[in-house]
């Protein structure tokens, strides 16, 4: 494994790579890796010859009150976890190399689809959405992937990273990957370090409220407002959250879901003490305690 951190030297490599027809799967995160980083990489080794972890702590996608100076790190064990998944390669650039005009007016950005982003985190995190496109779009010219792998946690971020390479006709296929959990259900996230052992406890709620909205959308005569009411009412069961956004969107436009007929996310964001989550469960797809079960290797 190398630890590439000149973009100059990227080019280099990323040329060697491309003379001899090697596939480049890349997997971009923020560091402070988990195992749900482990089975990004774990799908881009099945599919490429050679894979690119990106570790950068990206500042533009934080806002001024937002945790980017506390957001964890540790370098070293990202270092050994990526090596012990086999990954070839992983790129740690600094800042000003990132943005060498600068992270504010002075840079060029990416503005996405204003329809994706208007709703959900983009509604509390304005801004955010451009800064992911931006490093994005900068890590892909960069090292030009032809595969990028993205976790579903993020579901908004994958819909609008998807709709970004489409519309600015990038040639790269975006993959996404399920969302791993902690045995009792909790998504996996590099910020559920900041939990304090009472607010883990009770984080407990937010896939416990995820997996009583989709029992629910289950039932042949479930309609939207049932899902919401049920996640509603099993949230609240914890005083500590404080509710966010729940909402019931269909996945691709990210529009609420007039029923329960196509594929449609139930999406949630919480507080808990100085900590925000965020979780989702597709009500077509597999229940996050179905999830953590088949994970385990155990049926449920
Ligand atoms: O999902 C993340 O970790 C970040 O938003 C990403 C995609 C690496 C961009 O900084």
């Not at 504010?104 to 800064?131: A, D, K, M, Q, W």
């Not at 959990?181 to 590099?190: F, I, N, V, W, Y």
């Not at 996310?265 to 989550?277: C, D, E, F, I, S």
Request: glycine share 6%; net charge negative.
């Amino acid at each position: 494994m190398e630890v590439v951190r000149d973009p100059k030297h990227a080019r280099n490599v990323i040329s060697d790579l491309q003379r001899r027809g090697r596939t480049v799967g890349m997997v971009p995160t923020m560091g402070f890796l988990h195992a749900g980083h482990g089975a990004l990489i774990d799908a881009a080794e099945e599919e490429c010859d050679e894979v690119v972890v990106t570790i950068f702590v990206n500042p533009t996608q934080f806002g001024p009150q937002e945790d980017l100076t506390r957001y964890p790190r540790d370098l070293e064990r990202d270092l050994s976890l990526i090596e012990s998944r086999g990954a070839q390669w992983v790129f740690v650039p600094d800042v000003s190399q990132m943005y060498p005009s600068g992270t504010e007016e002075t840079s060029t950005i990416v503005v996405p689809s204003r329809r994706l982003t208007e709703r959900l985190c983009g509604e509390f995190r304005p801004g955010h959405f451009s800064g992911v496109a931006t490093i994005v779009t900068k890590l892909f010219a960069l090292w030009q992937p032809q595969f990028a792998y993205f976790g579903l946690k993020d579901f908004q971020q994958t819909a609008v990273i998807k709709a970004m390479v489409r519309d600015l006709m990038m040639p790269v296929e975006i993959r996404t990957v399920a969302t791993i959990r902690e045995p009792d259900g909790l998504a996996l996230s590099s910020r559920n370090v900041y939990l304090s052992p009472a607010e883990r406890h009770q984080a407990r709620a937010i896939s416990g409220a995820m997996q009583a909205a989709w029992e629910v959308a289950q039932r042949a005569d479930a309609v939207p407002v049932d899902v919401i009411s049920t996640a509603r009412r099993s949230l609240a069961a914890s005083p500590d959250l404080v509710l966010q956004y729940l909402e019931l969107v269909d996945e691709e436009t990210l529009e609420p879901a007039p029923d329960l007929s196509r594929s449609t996310v139930l999406a949630v964001a919480v507080w808990l003490g100085a900590t925000r989550l965020i979780d989702n469960v597709a009500l077509r797809g597999t229940a996050p305690l179905a999830a953590v079960l088949q994970a385990h290797g155990e049926s449920p």
